[in-house]
């Protein structure tokens, strides 16, 4: 065992874990990351329940709010809202 935990640079219980079950468990899921889109998502769900394309969302973003976002993530956006 200790042959084992310096070849692999691991301490003893990885070792016996490993030795007691063949699978290794199953890892955490990671929780879901920030998408930029998130802090102007409430003023673009209105938007695109009115009827707006995704250039005038994109520019009243910009305009009214000054939101510095990007079109493609927007038109991204929009096209999954859309086809639901």
Do not use: F
Not at 5 to 20: E, P, S
Not at 44 to 73: A, C, F, K, Q
Request: positive net charge; aromatic residues 4%.
């Amino acid at each position: 065992m200790r042959a084992l935990t310096r070849r692999h640079h691991v301490t003893g219980r990885t070792v016996k874990a490993a030795l007691t079950n063949p699978e290794p468990p199953a890892r955490k899921p990671l929780p879901r990351r920030p998408s930029a889109i998130d802090p102007v998502q409430h003023l673009i769900e209105p938007l695109i329940e009115n009827g707006h394309r995704p250039t005038e969302i994109w520019t009243r973003l910009m305009d009214e709010h000054d939101v510095s976002i990007s079109y493609g993530l927007i038109r991204l956006y929009v096209h999954n809202q859309t086809t639901r």
